[in-house]
Antibody, heavy 119, light 110 residues
Framework: QVHLVQSGAEVKKPGASVKISCTAS????????IHWARQSPGQGLEWMGI????????TYAQSFQGRVTMTTDTSTNTVFLELSRLGSDDTAVYYC????????????WGQGTPVTVSS | QSALTQPASVSGSPGQSITISCTGT?????????VSWYQQHPGKAPRVLIY???KRPSGLSNRFTGSKSGNTASLTISGLQAADEADYYC??????????FGTGTKVTVL
């Protein structure tokens, strides 16, 4: 069965960075695209960017450019999201989700990784 | 890129039909037939209901239907059930490999 398994909850101080992993289970991640999105408490979904899991390309939402990095480790079938210069408004649940090549929709989603930014 | 506009809440009685709108611009919803819809229950990850405006993933109930007119996409849920009580989000391709989600709609089954 196809799953995306994300790393556990994180607590960070303002100004720090966080790196979240998303491991593919039941499939090899490299032919696919991985989207990242986040959801602040009680709020809607916010698209952060898309990574071609073979590492060839990535596109970041304008609001995150300059402080977001998406990467792949093919040896562990894992993709990563790193967000730097964290502020309190980065407190959210972060999700990865799989898209087939050329697809505009995602399925499945990871279970989500809560990130809390607090001094 | 601004979020697509959805009504904050929609409600209906069991068995009724409801429609959720998703309004964007000529740069996203209006430009591409690449609108998808997601359902999210509290504390859970979203799941896809509709993709490419009207298509349903294999095995998904035909009670969920999608459509689009101009800059507005819509999701209709027919035969409303208690299990349909959840948050719903639209998502559109916006060009240059970018996507944008809607503001989200809370569906309440009365």
């Amino acid at each position: 069965q196809v799953h995306l398994v994300q790393s556990g909850a994180e607590v960070k101080k303002p100004g720090a960075s966080v790196k979240i992993s998303c491991t593919a289970s039941g499939f090899t991640v490299t032919p696919y695209y991985i989207h990242w999105a986040r959801q602040s408490p009680g709020q809607g979904l916010e698209w952060m960017g898309i990574l071609n899991a073979n590492g060839a390309s990535r596109t970041y939402a304008q609001s995150f450019q300059g402080r977001v990095t998406m990467t792949t480790d093919t040896s562990t079938n894992t993709v990563f999201l790193e967000l730097s210069r964290l502020g309190s408004d980065d407190t959210a649940v972060y999700y990865c989700a799989k898209a087939a090549p050329g697809a505009s929709w995602v399925d499945p989603w990871g279970q989500g990784t809560p990130v809390t930014v607090s001094s | 890129q601004s979020a697509l506009t959805q009504p904050a809440s929609v409600s209906g009685s069991p068995g009724q039909s409801i429609t959720i709108s998703c309004t964007g611009t000529s740069n996203d919803v209006g430009a591409y037939n690449l609108v998808s819809w997601y359902q999210q229950h509290p504390g859970k990850a979203p799941r896809v209901l509709i993709y490419e405006v009207t298509k349903r993933p294999s095995g998904l109930s035909n009670r969920f239907t999608g459509s689009k007119s101009g800059n507005t996409a819509s999701l209709t849920i027919s035969g409303l059930q208690a299990a349909d009580e959840a948050d719903y989000y639209c998502c559109s391709y916006a060009g240059s490999s970018c996507y944008v989600f809607g503001t989200g709609t809370k569906v309440t089954v009365l």
